[in-house]
């Protein structure tokens, strides 16, 4: 297991759309978290996982935005009917218990743009 | 007021020099400090941790925590032309998600 995978690496889509990410973590770690990155910024909360279960929703993840792990290993991130606020660097990172502590380990992301 | 301050730069030093980095938050309930390096259209890359305040040393990188002035530091010495890339501060209290610095882009003249 080389790290966290996200694929695809870029998506381009017609405002309206609907587009779903997916996130591979490193295996035997249980927490999954999903950033968002716009440019110049720092990355930002969206969801977390531990397990299969969704622990903590930030704010900024509207009614538009689900994400899943349904067994507790990848993840799936779904934007409905997408706007161009929307378009940004979406990241997962992993990690084990403690992962606020020793840090956890990101993706490479999956840049979304929104036309 | 964003929780987490950090000046974006651009930073740009000759090869060679000590680069000094810092970010400065609000709440003091933070208690775990990170520095991630992100390079171009990549991810963000774990450099360092410390849940204290002091200094923490690995290799070229020392990270330095001065709680009571809410306060974090990443000095590199030595500085590479490989060390381009945005730095970028991170930190969290007892909570499972960080807050991030907007980074600060460094770029190391050979």
């Known amino acids: 297991d080389t790290g966290v995978s996200q694929d695809p690496r870029h998506k381009i889509t017609k405002r309206g759309q609907n587009v779903t990410f997916r996130c591979d973590p490193i295996s035997e770690h249980n927490r999954l978290y999903w950033y968002r990155q716009t440019l110049g910024q720092g990355p930002e909360f969206l969801t977390y996982?531990?397990?299969?279960?969704?622990?903590?929703k930030s704010r900024l993840l509207s009614d538009r935005f689900s994400a899943e792990r349904p067994k507790g290993s990848f993840s799936t991130l779904e934007i409905q009917r997408t706007e161009q606020g929307d378009s940004a660097m979406y990241l997962c990172a992993s990690s084990l218990e403690g992962g606020t502590v020793h840090g956890y380990t990101f993706g490479s992301g999956t840049r979304l743009t929104v036309v | 007021q964003k929780e987490v301050e950090q000046d974006p730069g651009p930073l740009s030093v000759p090869e060679g020099a000590i680069v000094s980095l810092n970010c400065t938050y609000s709440?003091?309930?933070?208690?775990?400090f990170m520095w991630y390096r992100q390079y171009s259209r990549k991810g963000p890359e774990l450099l360092m941790y410390?849940?204290?305040?002091g200094n923490k040393e690995d290799g070229r990188f020392t990270a330095q925590v001065d709680k009571s002035s809410k306060y974090i530091s990443l000095f590199i010495r030595d500085s590479q032309p490989s060390d381009s890339a945005t730095y970028l501060c991170?930190?969290?209290?007892?909570?499972?998600?960080?807050?991030f610095g907007t980074g600060t882009s460094l770029t190391v003249i050979p």
């Open positions: 991170a930190m969290s209290d007892y909570g499972n998600q960080f807050y």
């Open positions: 709440n003091s309930a933070f208690q775990y």
């Open positions: 996982f531990q397990n299969e279960a969704q622990l903590e």
């Open positions: 410390t849940y204290s305040s």
